[in-house]
Nanobody, 121 residues
Framework: QVQPVESGGGLVQPGGSLRLSCAAS????????IGWFRQAPGKEREGVSC????????YYADSVKGRFTISRDNAKNTVYLQMNSLKPEDTGVYYC??????????????WGQGTQVTVSS
């Protein structure tokens, strides 16, 4: 069973930064599209960002464009989500997914357990 593992969440003040990491032991992430989704309390889960297996033109939700950056480190078999200028509305559980992509949108096959991000003063 493939299990992405997220890390890097926490409590940060508005305007601060966090970097989330996604790894999967024994599974080469560079062959797959890796996505980040989030779910805020009382809201539906939404796609935040996606990087395809070819690293073409990453997808970002409009709400995070210009603030979040997705990237890969294939040597470390890890995908990162750098989150800058965080806002309270970025609060939620962030999930890493492994799967495929169509027109820059991730189609998850496997989900991680999630990591909590809380943006609050």
């Amino acid at each position: 069973q493939v299990q992405p593992v997220e890390s890097g969440g926490g409590l940060v003040q508005p305007g601060g930064s966090l970097r989330l990491s996604c790894a999967a032991s024994g599974f080469a992430l560079d062959y797959y599209a890796i996505g980040w989704f989030r779910q805020a309390p009382g809201k539906e889960r939404e796609g935040v960002s996606c990087i395809s297996s070819g690293d073409d033109d990453p997808y970002y939700a409009d709400s995070v464009k210009g603030r979040f950056t997705i990237s890969r480190d294939n040597a470390k078999n890890t995908v990162y989500l750098q989150m800058n200028s965080l806002k309270p509305e970025d609060t939620g559980v962030y999930y890493c997914t492994i799967g495929s992509s169509v027109q820059s949108m991730c189609i998850p096959a496997y989900w991680g357990q999630g990591t909590q991000v809380t943006v609050s003063s």
